[in-house]
């Protein structure tokens, strides 16, 4: 059973895990964070113990959770202190094979969800991607994910390589077509929130479809004066042309499957 | 005032706004389309006279909505037929002044949002931007505009053409990405649906922000080797390969105020 957790990492993520997880019978007892008022912050919201110091974690928690940034995983690991414990990361495309050399229980507790600060997030609609080592740690983690939310899903690492693959088209791609837009608006004194109904609409659709049949606009159809229109009221912009070309194309490729 | 409308079209927008228009104390009394069969499918659902010859439009109609493609439009002008009569189209990158060697009496009518035959919309929340060539006219235009929408905007044809534009971006461009994540995740026996709640939290997010000031991912932070393992998990696709550096360079560039 898993009772008590030490949350490695301040960050984003890490915050609204720890709120999560601070909800439900499992507790977070310490926060450890390489800046102290980051760990203290975190640690206020939920009355805990907190440390930047690594050498000062708890040893007798029932679990890690390594909540920081790829790069700083394995440093973590290096000195030892969680050795042999039960430790868990949170990223989308590290291996969960990062920690064979350091312990004989291990996993990957992965929410697949963009996270903000200032934003409140619904736990229960994340997607929980887990993976172990075992299955005994396998069961302990989806005892665990369920406690925070209602979607478990079991995933291994090339999977979840895929999936947080696929999440830098969905969202951050997106996003950057969303911020063009609002630039494109703004500059001609139209309030963003004119494309907000098209928007929802456009989301709402692949819902319940495969985007690709749903493919509409200039490029699909092959539309060639509009799309020299578009090119031309783009002429102040270098970038944006070029990205509106790019992506029209590759929209006209992937509808007629070639693959250049 | 407006009561009498002939419809020029029978597509996707045709139909859906032959529908609204006949909720409201507007009627459509005619659906003009070149074929037959999809002007009678039209005019079946609200029940008014359709026709596939020109010719036999209705002349004494106070309105005009020509809903065809953008490329149709000057064709259908060139008939004379509706020489003098109050004329709009509902395309968004066509400049309002295609009707002036035709008519004194003309406009824009333009919904934003994407149609699609099968999915029912709700009109009343779509941007209904309209023009006209005085001021008349324009409010003839909003009179019937507010039958269906409650969200009314008086834009110009330079700031529609922009609309338009954008709307490739958050719609079209979007879109595609969403088509590259579904695919990559079929590939590797991963449904979809895990990225619902990202997708929607994307989104939502949106709606009271810059996105601008949203965008996360490796590409903002210049992650290299998050991107080097994305790139090379794309290594059976150079479409998407190329897509994916294109894309995230243009977010490191855009985020740094570069424009090559």
Known sequence: MINKIVLIGAGNLATHLTIALNKSSKKVVQIYSRTRKSAKELADKISCKYTNNILEIDRNSDLYIIAVSDKAIENLLKTKVMNDKFIVHTAGSVNMNIFKNYTNNYGVFYPLQTFSKKREVDFSEI????????DNNLN???????????????????QRKQIHLSAVFACNFVNHMYSIAYDLLEKNDV?????????TETTNKIYNNNPHDLQTGPAIRNDKKVIKNH?????????????YSFVSKSIYKFANKLNK
């Open 191 to 199: 309030n963003f929130d004119i494309l907000k109904p098209l928007i």
């Open 231 to 243: 090119i031309e009221l783009l002429s102040h912009s270098k970038k944006y042309k070029k990205l």
């Open 127 to 134: 997607p929980m991607c887990i993976e172990a080592n075992n």
């Open 140 to 158: 302990l983690l989806k005892t665990l994910s369920s406690e925070i939310s209602k979607d478990i899903r079991l995933i291994n690492s090339e």
